[in-house]
């Protein structure tokens, strides 16, 4: 049981370029989260999905967009890469109808630079 | 507008001594809430949790309380360990929409440095 995997860990993009952060569970988890974490700040909620096929806005949303064709995978693009897009970027994944509730399953992360 | 406040960046105690973590919130309609641990080069893991409609949860050397009239909680770790050295992040759950979604508000952290 992997929990939450992320790919790449480290990536370096130029200003204009685009990527997409993959990311995969397999604790058969409904809810699946991305984050960013900017140096000396907390976690801020990019975009969310509550199933296969629905995905919806967080906090911070613009300059990414996300897709759910699977219940394992969600994967985060970001397609005009700019220098405020450097950051640590985390998945997250939760099922809150088990024991554990509200609690998320955090990837090890992505760390973007953007130059 | 930071709606979980993490005041304290760092934190140093000694070995064996009790370590207190605080967080204050603004938002009334928080009503679950989480702390977490992170140790660098990976990603936050739970560490324990607390209801509103409670004040106090208990699990091994952690220990949550809640103080809702304040909107303030604290985590208490004793005796803290080498190995509790981490960022804390302090959580809150909120409703968002209808049905069974919800999402999590996180504070900045506080570096705990636990020294031998």
């Known amino acids: 049981n992997a929990g939450v995997t992320q790919t790449p860990k480290f990536r370096i993009l130029k200003i204009g370029q685009s990527m997409t952060l993959q990311c995969t569970q397999d604790?058969?988890?409904?809810?699946m989260y991305w984050y960013r974490q900017d140096p000396g700040m907390g976690l801020k909620l990019i975009y969310y999905?509550?199933?296969?096929?629905?995905?919806d806005k967080g906090e911070v949303p613009n300059g990414y967009n996300v897709s759910r064709s699977t219940t394992e995978d969600f994967p985060l693009r970001l397609e005009l890469a700019a220098p405020s897009q450097t950051s640590v970027y985390f998945c997250?994944?939760?099922?809150?109808?088990?024991?554990?509730?509200?609690?998320?399953?955090f990837g090890p992360g992505t760390r973007l630079t953007v130059t | 507008d930071q709606q979980v406040k993490q005041n304290s960046p760092s934190l140093s105690v000694q070995e064996g001594r009790i370590s207190i973590l605080n967080c204050d919130y603004t938002?009334?309609?928080?009503?679950?809430f989480l702390w977490y641990k992170k140790y660098p080069a990976e990603g936050p893991t739970f560490l324990i949790s607390?209801?509103?409609?409670?004040d106090k949860n208990e699990d091994g050397r952690f220990t949550v309380f809640l103080n809702k009239s304040a909107k303030h909680l604290s985590l208490h770790i004793v005796p803290s360990q080498p190995g509790d050295s981490a960022v804390y992040f302090c959580?809150?759950?909120?409703?968002?929409?209808?049905?069974?979604?919800?999402?999590?508000?996180f504070g900045k952290g506080t570096l705990l440095t636990v020294n031998p």
């Open positions: 604790m058969n988890h409904n809810y």
């Open positions: 938002n009334s309609m928080f009503d679950y």
């Open positions: 607390i209801s509103s409609i409670k």
């Open positions: 999905s509550v199933g296969a096929g629905i995905t």
């Open positions: 959580a809150a759950k909120s409703d968002v929409g209808g049905g069974s979604n919800y999402k999590l508000t």
């Open positions: 997250a994944s939760s099922y809150p109808l088990t024991g554990a509730i509200y609690e998320q399953y």
